[in-house]
Every structure is written in structure tokens, then in C-alpha cells.
């Protein structure tokens, strides 16, 4: 968990590596989804782009289909879900059907000038959804994806009009999840500042694997 831009994705990759589990972003699927063209694509490409939360329902069938999935057994990196109260209980729900109980929720932390700073230089790359920055992660070649040759893009909701109000959607409907998990004694706080490397020492120790 954590605001727009705090860094979920970049050391999400990186406990996926240590952990040998899938990295299941949400945000990614539903742009995946706006990219194919899909049914589900064509119904959610405007919330996309202006910053605000697809409905609830329709996460519950994407979760739960994606968390069903053989490569999901032995647990999963969940980025960008739970988001609101009613997703807590969504996946509580998946989490009993498949017998699996949650480790722990992190939730990383940085300064809102920094958010800015990292949304405002961040590019992606819209086939493989390898994530850059144009100060701190730059590709090899500028504006090229070293994953797979890609031409890289600025998101749709990277504009400084749209960031504002993903910020606020954050403050008023997820915040309140990272406290719900506070309650139930899963919460773990993580530095996000300074350089990812710095950050996914800090992730790695809170995970107990440094
Ligand atoms: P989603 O894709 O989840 O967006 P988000 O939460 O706004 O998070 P971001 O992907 O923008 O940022 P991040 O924290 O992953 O940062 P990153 O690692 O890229 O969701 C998008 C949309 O989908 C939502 O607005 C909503 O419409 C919909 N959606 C998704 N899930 C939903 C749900 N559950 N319910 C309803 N709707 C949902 O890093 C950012 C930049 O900073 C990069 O350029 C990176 O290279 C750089 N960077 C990272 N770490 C550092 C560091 N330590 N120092 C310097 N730079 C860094």
C-alpha cells in the first residue's frame, strides 16, 4: 500500500524476486485491459484516466479471478488492492476460499513533494509494463524500453490535475484500510525515501529476509 507513486510497483518486483511469488497489480491488469482493448478495458479507460477508483463489484470478479489462478497457490504480492473498506472485505473472503491467511500489510511512506517529483518524471512501458524515471531510472537508450524495445509513454494519469485528485481519493478512501490492517495488528510502516535500493533493504528486512 501507499500513495500514487510512493514506489509499490518498483519494490514490488523486487519481493517478487525474493519470494518467488506473482506481483499482482491491479492497476497493471486494468491497463493491461484499456491496452487490449477488452470489454473490461473499453468500461474502465475513463475512471483510468481521471484518477478515480474503479467500483467495487467489478474489482471483486477481477480479484477474485486472478487470485484463482494456479500460479497464485502459494501466495501472492498483492499492489494496489485493498483500496477500500469494501475490497478488505472482498479479499478476506478470497483469502478464506483459497485457505490462505495475509503476512502482513506494508505500507510505504514519503514526503507529497517527492510523490510529484516521481509521477511527474515516470515512464512506462506500455507492452511489458517495465517502470522507469527519467532522473533516477533511466532506460539505456532514451525513450526505450530495455525490456523488450518498446517506445515509452507518460500514463494517462501522470498530469499534475490528475495526481492531485488521486492523492485526495487515496487520503479519503484507502488510508482508512491501512488502518483497519493497523487494528488487526498487520500493519508494517516502510521508509520510502531516499533510492529504491535503499528502500527494498528496508522492505527486505521487514520481511525478514535481508
Ligand atoms: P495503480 O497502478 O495501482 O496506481 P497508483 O496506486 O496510483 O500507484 P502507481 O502505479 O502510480 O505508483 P507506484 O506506487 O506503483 O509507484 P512506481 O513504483 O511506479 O492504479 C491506477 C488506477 O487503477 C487507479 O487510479 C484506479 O483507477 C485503478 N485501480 C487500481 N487498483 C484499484 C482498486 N483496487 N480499486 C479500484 N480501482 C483501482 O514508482 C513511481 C515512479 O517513481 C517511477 O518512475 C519509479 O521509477 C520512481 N521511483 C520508485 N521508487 C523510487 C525511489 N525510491 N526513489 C526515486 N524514484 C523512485
Same mark, same amino acid.
Given at each position: 500500500m501507499g500513495m500514487p507513486g510512493?514506489?509499490?510497483?518498483? $519494490?514490488?518486483?523486487?519481493?517478487?524476486?525474493?519470494?518467488? @511469488?506473482?506481483h499482482v497489480s491491479t492497476g497493471d491488469i486494468l491497463r493491461e485491459a484499456v491496452r487490449a482493448g477488452t470489454a473490461l478495458g473499453r468500461r474502465v479507460k475513463s475512471i483510468l484516466d481521471s484518477g478515480q477508483l474503479v467500483?467495487?463489484?467489478?474489482? *471483486?470478479? !477481477?480479484?477474485?479471478? *486472478?487470485?484463482? $489462478?494456479?500460479?497464485? *497457490?502459494?501466495?501472492?504480492?498483492?499492489?494496489?488492492? =485493498?483500496?477500500? $473498506?469494501?475490497q478488505v472485505k472482498v479479499l478476506d473472503? %478470497?483469502?478464506? $476460499?483459497?485457505?490462505?491467511?495475509?503476512?502482513?500489510?506494508? @505500507? !510505504? +511512506?514519503? =514526503?507529497?513533494?517527492?510523490?510529484?517529483?516521481?509521477?511527474?518524471?515516470?515512464?512506462v512501458c506500455p507492452k511489458c509494463?517495465?517502470?522507469?524515471?527519467?532522473? +533516477?531510472?533511466? =532506460?539505456?537508450?532514451?525513450?526505450?524500453c530495455d525490456a523488450c524495445g518498446s517506445a515509452l509513454v507518460q500514463r494517462a494519469d501522470d498530469t499534475e490535475a490528475v495526481i492531485r485528485d488521486? !492523492? *485526495? %481519493?487515496?487520503?479519503?478512501? +484507502?488510508? =482508512?484500510?491501512?488502518?483497519?490492517?493497523r487494528e488487526r495488528g498487520l500493519l508494517r510502516e516502510i521508509d520510502a525515501t531516499g533510492p529504491p535500493d535503499?528502500?527494498?533493504?528496508r522492505l527486505k528486512k521487514a520481511v525478514g529476509k535481508p
Open positions: 510512493v514506489g509499490k510497483g518498483t $519494490q514490488a518486483t523486487v519481493l517478487r524476486e525474493l519470494l518467488g @511469488v506473482p467500483s467495487d463489484d467489478l474489482m *471483486r470478479e !477481477l480479484i477474485a479471478e *486472478r487470485l484463482g $489462478q494456479d500460479d497464485a *497457490r502459494e501466495g501472492f504480492i498483492l499492489d494496489g488492492f =485493498p483500496r477500500t $473498506q469494501e473472503g %478470497v483469502l478464506e $476460499q483459497l485457505h490462505i491467511s495475509m503476512d502482513a500489510a506494508y @505500507v !510505504l +511512506t514519503a =514526503p507529497e513533494d517527492e510523490i510529484v517529483r516521481r509521477l511527474g518524471g515516470r515512464r509494463s517495465e517502470v522507469y524515471h527519467l532522473e +533516477t531510472k533511466s =532506460p539505456a537508450s532514451a525513450g526505450v488521486r !492523492l *485526495r %481519493v487515496y487520503a479519503e478512501q +484507502t488510508m =482508512p484500510v491501512a488502518e483497519t490492517y535503499e528502500v527494498a533493504g
